[in-house]
């Protein structure tokens, strides 16, 4: 599987962005999806998960009711909508593949993108 994540950009504090990851290959519907996230200094952490199907999603605390993830297995596309985005949301937002369910474990997942940059000023 491969991945391109895109969508990132320069977005005032209280803005929205909408992230993309596609996937190649004509298995998508079989991978669990994740989207992580690295500021600088930092180490890569979590940010939400959704399985194959769409039917489990999980969020890390610090984006719970802002950020939402989701999938469309016929575009072999997962998205995360940003919504009231902070200055602290700053990062390299990466997209990664693992097979059927989802789980924050970034070291449980197989593929990754490239990463896409969102930058929150204040």
């Known amino acids: 599987v491969q991945l391109q994540a895109s969508g990132g950009g320069l977005v005032q504090a209280g803005g929205s962005l909408r992230l993309s990851c596609a996937a190649s290959?004509?298995?998508?519907?079989?991978?669990?999806m994740g989207w992580f996230r690295q500021a600088p200094g930092k180490e890569r952490e979590s940010v939400a998960a959704?399985?194959?199907?769409?039917?489990?999603?999980w969020y890390a605390d610090s984006v719970k009711g802002r950020f939402t993830i989701s999938r469309d297995n016929a575009k072999n596309t997962v998205y995360l909508q940003m919504n009231r985005l902070k200055p602290e949301d700053t990062a390299v937002y990466y997209c990664?593949?693992?097979?059927?369910?989802?789980?924050?474990?970034?070291?449980?997942?197989?593929?990754w993108g490239q990463g896409t940059l969102v930058t929150v000023s204040s």
């Open positions: 290959g004509r298995t998508f519907s079989s991978y669990g």
């Open positions: 990664a593949a693992r097979p059927l369910g989802s789980t924050p474990v970034k070291t449980s997942y197989d593929y």
């Open positions: 959704i399985n194959y199907n769409g039917g489990g999603t």
